[in-house]
């Protein structure tokens, strides 16, 4: 070959090499791969990609190189709540299938005699309800505890004026206060009153004869007279001050027969 043709076929070498060069573009612009990858950036990178003309760090999660990493928008960057083992976790969190995560999902993550709640395991409950505990306790807050001791209550008997008969509210509320005296096993002093209308000395008779009547309806209902004495007080002790002439509803007040305790 003549030195003619070979400086021809360099020349035209060179101005192939010099239009690729010129056609190259600027980075972070880029055609393929290579662009991005013969960059400056590119080989202090290490790799480069060509994705939608432009140079980005990675196109897919692959190119990152590193299993806690993912790629977002081109750029690889750190997988949140990835984790090898539960010591990369906050707090209780627990590691599944590299993901930081609840302490439980289920009871079935917990050890036995705690339950999953709120992802969290925590103690068992005792109990759920009243019936999940022995005789005489009670379910509060998932514990087992003592019941208070339910304490009856004496009920005060009214009468009708210038009477000693038991209406059937009267007999209602000796029933309940029968049961009360034998459950606790007392004794108990029946106070009879009277409102003020009448003397002194009819009021204290007729007073005992209320207390009376209430005693023997008492022990009708199988309370012991052992457990009871009866006093009359008359008009001397008032609930409520209604004067000769009062109301009804007031002197009503005053006609009663009350309970205490011996």
Excluded: W
């Excluded at 692959?62 to 976790?89: F, H, K, L, S």
């Excluded at 003592?146 to 304490?151: F, G, K, L, M, W």
């Amino acid at each position: 070959m003549s030195l003619r043709r070979m400086f021809a076929l360099f020349s035209v070498a060179a101005l192939i090499a010099l239009s690729s060069v010129a056609c190259r573009p600027d980075f972070p612009n880029c055609k393929t791969d290579n662009h991005c990858a013969d960059s400056e950036a590119g080989q202090a990178e290490g790799r480069l990609y060509c994705v939608n003309g432009l140079c980005q760090q990675c196109r897919t999660t692959a190119d990152c190189g590193d299993a806690g990493m993912e790629c977002r928008a081109g750029v690889c960057e750190e997988i949140p709540g990835y984790c090898v083992g539960t010591g990369d976790c906050p707090g209780n969190q627990v590691c599944r299938d590299n993901r930081c995560g609840p302490e439980c999902l289920s009871n079935d993550n917990c050890e036995e005699g705690y339950i999953c709640e709120g992802g969290s395991c925590v103690a068992e409950p005792e109990c759920s309800e009243d019936g999940d505990c022995g005789e005489g306790m009670r379910c509060r807050r998932g514990t087992c505890e003592e019941a208070p001791v339910q304490v009856c209550q004496l009920e005060t008997v009214l009468f009708s004026y210038d009477s000693s008969n038991l209406d059937d509210d009267a007999r209602s509320a000796l029933q309940r206060n029968a049961s009360c005296v034998q459950e606790r096993g007392i004794s108990v002093q029946i106070a009879g009153h009277a409102d003020e209308r009448g003397t002194s000395e009819y009021n204290i008779a007729l007073s005992e004869r209320r207390a009376r009547s209430v005693r023997n309806y008492l022990t009708s209902l199988g309370v012991s007279s052992s457990q009871v004495n009866t006093v009359g007080y008359g008009d001397s002790r008032p609930v409520r001050v209604c004067q000769e002439g009062g109301p009804e509803s007031c002197h009503r007040a005053n006609r009663r027969a009350e309970f205490n305790v011996r």
